[in-house]
C-alpha cells in the first residue's frame, strides 16, 4: 500500500486562505468516506482536525474544512493564522491487509 | 480526561526485542480499536498495527514492514495495548506513538506522546 501523494508544503499570508491536497486512488481515497485529516506541530503528537472528509470534531476551529473528489482528498484552511503553522497529514481507509493509509505530509508555512 | 501513555522505549541493538506499553485512560478501552503509528526522525506517519475489540474477537493487523516480527496486543482489564517487536531492524527507529479509534469511527483520537524506540549497534 503506498502512501498518499500530499505537496511536500504550502505557504500562504496570514488572512489568506490555503488547500493541501491528497491523492490516492479508488482502494483508498476514492473508495471510502473514511479520509481525515491531523495537524501536527514540532516535537508533538498528531491532533485530529477533520474526520470522515468533511466533518470538524468539537474544538476544532470552522476555519478548517475538507472535501473530496474522485481519489482526492483537500484540505482547507481559511483565515491563516500563525498558529496554523504545523506539518498536516491525510489518511484513509483502504479495506485491505493494511487497513489504513497516510499521506505523505505537508509543511504549511505562514508568511 | 481522555489520555494515553506510552512506555519502553529506549535503545536495542539490531536483531533485538522491545515491548512497548500504551496505558489508557478516561476512554472506553474495551469497545475501541487500538492502534500503533510510527514517525522516523524528520519523515512522515506510518500506521503500524491494529488490534480490534473483544466484540471483534481481537482481529489485529499488521503493515508490510512489520508482519511477522511485530505483534500487538491488549489487556483490557488493564486498559493498556502492547506492541512486541522483534527481530528489531535499522529502520525501525522511530518515535511510537499508539492512538485510538472509537467503536464506530473511522478516524485516531487521542493520541499518545509518543516514545522513542532506536536500534544501533
Known amino acids: 500500500q503506498s502512501a498518499l501523494t500530499q505537496p511536500a508544503s504550502v505557504s500562504g499570508s496570514p488572512g489568506q486562505s490555503i488547500t493541501i491536497s491528497c491523492t490516492g486512488t479508488?482502494?483508498?481515497?476514492?473508495?471510502?468516506?473514511?479520509v481525515s485529516w491531523y495537524q501536527q506541530h514540532p516535537g508533538k503528537a498528531p491532533k485530529v482536525m477533520i474526520y470522515?472528509?468533511?466533518n470538524r470534531p468539537s474544538g476544532v476551529s470552522s476555519r478548517f474544512s475538507g472535501s473530496k473528489s474522485g481519489n482526492t482528498a483537500s484540505l482547507t484552511i481559511s483565515g491563516l493564522q500563525a498558529e496554523d503553522e504545523a506539518d498536516y497529514y491525510c489518511?484513509?481507509?483502504?479495506?485491505?491487509?493494511?487497513?489504513?493509509?497516510f499521506g505523505t505530509g505537508t509543511k504549511v508555512t505562514v508568511l | 480526561e481522555v489520555q494515553l501513555v506510552e512506555s519502553g522505549g529506549g535503545l536495542v541493538q539490531p536483531g533485538g526485542s522491545l515491548r512497548l506499553s500504551c496505558a489508557a485512560s478516561?476512554?472506553?478501552?474495551?469497545?475501541?480499536?487500538m492502534h500503533w503509528v510510527r514517525q522516523a526522525s524528520g519523515k512522515g506517519l506510518e500506521w503500524v498495527a491494529r488490534?480490534?475489540?473483544?466484540?471483534?474477537?481481537?482481529?489485529?493487523e499488521y503493515a508490510a514492514s512489520v508482519k511477522g516480527r511485530f505483534t500487538i496486543s491488549r489487556d483490557d482489564s488493564m486498559t493498556t495495548a502492547y506492541l512486541q517487536m522483534n527481530t528489531l531492524k535499522i529502520e525501525d527507529t522511530a518515535v511510537y506513538y499508539c492512538?485510538?479509534?472509537?467503536?464506530?469511527?473511522?478516524?485516531?483520537?487521542?493520541w499518545g506522546q509518543g516514545t522513542l524506540v532506536t536500534v544501533s549497534s
Open positions: 492512538t485510538r479509534q472509537g467503536s464506530g469511527t473511522s478516524w485516531f483520537d487521542p
Open positions: 478516561g476512554v472506553a478501552f474495551s469497545g475501541s480499536v
Open positions: 488490534i480490534r475489540s473483544k466484540g471483534d474477537n481481537y482481529v489485529t
Open positions: 479508488s482502494s483508498d481515497v476514492g473508495g471510502y468516506k473514511y
Open positions: 470522515e472528509v468533511s
Open positions: 489518511n484513509s481507509y483502504t479495506g485491505g491487509t493494511t487497513p489504513y493509509v
